[in-house]
């Protein structure tokens, strides 16, 4: 069974640019939650999509968007880009079921760079 | 609001060594907790996932422990290798946060060969 893709593996990007990173989760999976990883603040949930609504969602501005498709795949953008916005952007899988035993499954994650 | 944390931030052993890591949490209500391990820029591996009304959880050399009632869990690792080196982090699912992770800062580790 083939794990969580994510498109771009790298990017970089100038302040004021916007960007869409793309998600496919394991296939059967209904669930993707985003996740943002810094070496200050660690890793911080972004938000979750299931079954193409959102439905969980974290303290970030309203600069950072996301959407999933039917087919699961999720895509997130970021408006209005900032320094601060250099990370490492992670996404997870899972059931979406059963939250007591529904594991999440990580991505190799878009390495973003604003300059 | 969860917090979670993990102490030593970093540790070094030698090959061969059995090790403990901890993970402690401060709000008991949780559905889960999962251990994580991280390569450098590399994403998450899934180790073990503990569901609250489990007391432990164990893969090959790899046992995880949780206790609710004292907010921490362990990670304890048999026999270690190089290849075992890597950042290990703690995640809990917190029944008020519905399926949001949060995540400890995670400890370093090596295995010296």
């Given at each position: ?12 990007k100038t302040r004021g640019q916007q960007v ?61 880009l ?34 | ?113």
């Amino acid at each position: 069974k083939a794990g969580v893709t994510q498109t771009p593996r790298y990017l970089i990007k100038t302040r004021g640019q916007q960007v869409t990173l793309s998600c496919s989760p394991i296939s059967g999976h209904r669930s993707v939650s985003w996740y943002q990883q810094t070496p200050g603040q660690g890793l911080q949930f972004l938000f979750e999509y299931f079954s193409e609504t959102q439905r969980n969602k974290g303290n970030f501005p309203g600069r950072f968007s996301g959407r999933q498709f039917s087919n699961s795949r999720s895509e997130m953008n970021v408006s209005t880009l900032e320094l601060g916005d250099s990370a490492l952007y992670l996404c997870a899988s899972s059931l979406g079921l059963a939250a007591t035993t529904d594991t999440q499954y990580f991505g190799p994650g878009t390495r973003l760079t604003v300059l | 609001k969860q917090e979670v944390t993990q102490i030593p931030a970093a540790l070094s052993v030698p090959e061969g060594e059995n090790l403990v890591l901890n993970c402690s949490f401060t709000d008991s209500a949780i559905y889960n907790l999962q251990w994580f391990r991280q390569d450098p820029g590399k994403g998450l591996t899934s180790l073990l996932l503990i569901q609250s009304s489990q007391r432990e959880q164990t893969s090959g050399r790899l046992n995880a422990s949780l206790d609710k009632s004292s907010g921490r869990s362990t990670l304890y690792i048999a026999a270690s290798q190089p290849g075992d080196s890597a950042t290990y982090l703690c995640a809990c699912i917190s029944s008020g946060s519905a399926r949001q992770l949060t995540f400890g800062s995670g400890t370093q580790l090596t295995v010296l060969p």
